[in-house]
């Protein structure tokens, strides 16, 4: 059901390029009037160009809060008045939290992704996890990975310079970082407990070299941040027998992250869930 707007309804949205395919519309509506609030949650396609533009000016017209999507998570972190330590840490933003000044910059990516792992119960501590990409995402779950205490995380991009910068911020021992070649080395392959596929390939144009699935452990666990359409990675993993998940219970729950952090209240995570299934 449509939200009934007011005078006094305050906004929240997502600022993204390309926002159309978002489920956290439909997500973060259900959420308000599940919890009574009076609010509502709008898409804002922005281009690079005009991010700042757009965030100085939501401001100013009174937003609530603010998620942000590819590709501006870093750009933002640049345009927030302060970072929460989680978003220092890793450079991206991917919630703005309103105050006088201007937005709070936060990022829930990573514990939502560790949220969604935990119901695989899949505990990081100790592991060996492979990412893939070094993008606004990756910065975030890398972090949150260094964090919860994997024993060895490794970072393979396209731009290797970029997974270089990655892991030096991660300022860790047993952290590696490498090209795609890493995806059809037995070495690698065979030690690895969790691969997560963080690049935007599903979205853009280009896909990734093939991960060779037959070096792997028999439960190794995959996962794509990419959620709401087919992934080439998660369907190559199943084809051969790999336990796999796409990113739908990630967006779940960094948006119940983002939620809390917002409103103050605990999120109707039920409501939430089910509002996603539906879209
Ligand atoms: P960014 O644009 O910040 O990063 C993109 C990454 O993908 C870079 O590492 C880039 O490599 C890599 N890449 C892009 N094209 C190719 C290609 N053709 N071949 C190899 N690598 C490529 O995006 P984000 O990190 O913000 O988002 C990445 C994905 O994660 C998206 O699909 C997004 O929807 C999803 N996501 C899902 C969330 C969820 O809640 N489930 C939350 C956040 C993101 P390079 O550095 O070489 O350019």
Known sequence: MAPTVRGTTRVYGILGDPVAHS?????????????????????????ADGLAATIAGLHAAGIAGLN???????????LAVTLRPRARACGAVNTLIRTARGFVGDNTD????????????FDPRGRSVLLIGAGG??????????????????????????????????????TLATDLTVLADPDVLGNLDLIVNCTSTGLASGTLPTVRFAHTRRQLLCCDLMYGKPSRFLAAARAAGRPAIDGSGMLLHQGALAFTLWTGKPAPLAVMRRALTRS
């Open 23 to 47: 489920l956290s519309p439909a997500m973060q509506n259900a959420a308000f009037a599940a919890a009574g609030i009076d609010a509502v949650y709008v898409p804002f396609p922005v281009s």
């Open 137 to 174: 995402s990756a910065r975030s779950v890398a972090h949150a990975f260094a964090r919860a205490g994997a024993a060895r995380l490794i970072v393979a991009n396209r731009t290797p310079a970029r997974a270089e910068e990655l892991v030096a911020s991660l300022r860790r021992r047993g």
């Open 110 to 121: 990573g514990a939502g992704l560790l949220a969604a792992l935990a119901e695989r119960r």
């Open 68 to 78: 942000v999507t590819v590709p501006h998570k870093e750009a933002a972190a640049a």
